[in-house]
């Protein structure tokens, strides 16, 4: 057989093995996590959006999922006092519907961000700049004078 041949037969099985492939599997994302941080719980398209699905978990209880562009899905904040370590979450479509159950790691750290008093800080000293700025500015434009 020539090669031509040989990439056609290869390419057609990969499409089959492709097609035949189970939908993609509930997702949890990103994992791991650091406590503090949101996480996405998806479906993977799993569900029919009319009967409805939920997620639970010891890390933040029941939590439903609505009907997005992947299938159902919500976004949920691991809350500061988790755990380090795997802990299950389980998302089950409609009443006495499939079951799909994954493990988010969530690792010891916190989440980096601004908080209001940062924030608030940061602001103060830029005034005190700008001000000292215009101050400075404006010495300079009567001294030239």
Same mark, same amino acid.
């Given at each position: ?7 056609? %037969? $290869? @390419?057609?099985?990969? +499409?089959?093995?492709? /097609? #035949?492939?189970?939908?993609? !599997?509930? &997702?949890?994302? *990103? ?31 029941? %939590? $439903? @999922?609505?009907?997005? +562009?992947?299938?159902? /899905? #919500?976004?949920?904040?691991? !809350?500061? &006092?988790?755990? *380090? ?61």
């Amino acid at each position: 057989m020539k090669l031509a041949h040989r990439a056609v %037969v $290869a @390419l057609l099985g990969a +499409a089959a093995l492709g /097609a #035949a492939a189970p939908a993609a !599997p509930a &997702r949890v994302e *990103p994992d791991p996590v650091v406590a503090g941080q949101r996480v996405h719980l998806g479906d993977g398209g799993r569900c029919g959006a009319a009967g409805g699905a939920r997620a639970v978990s010891t890390l933040f209880g029941p %939590v $439903a @999922l609505r009907p997005g +562009a992947h299938g159902m /899905a #919500a976004d949920v904040r691991v !809350p500061e &006092r988790a755990a *380090p370590g795997r802990h299950t979450v389980t998302i089950r479509c409609a009443a006495g519907g499939e079951m799909f159950t994954e493990t988010l790691t969530v690792r010891r750290g916190r989440v980096e961000g601004v908080d209001v008093p940062q924030a608030a800080g940061g602001l103060a000293l830029l005034v005190l700049a700008v001000g000292a700025a215009y101050l400075l500015r404006r010495r300079g434009a009567v001294a030239q004078s």
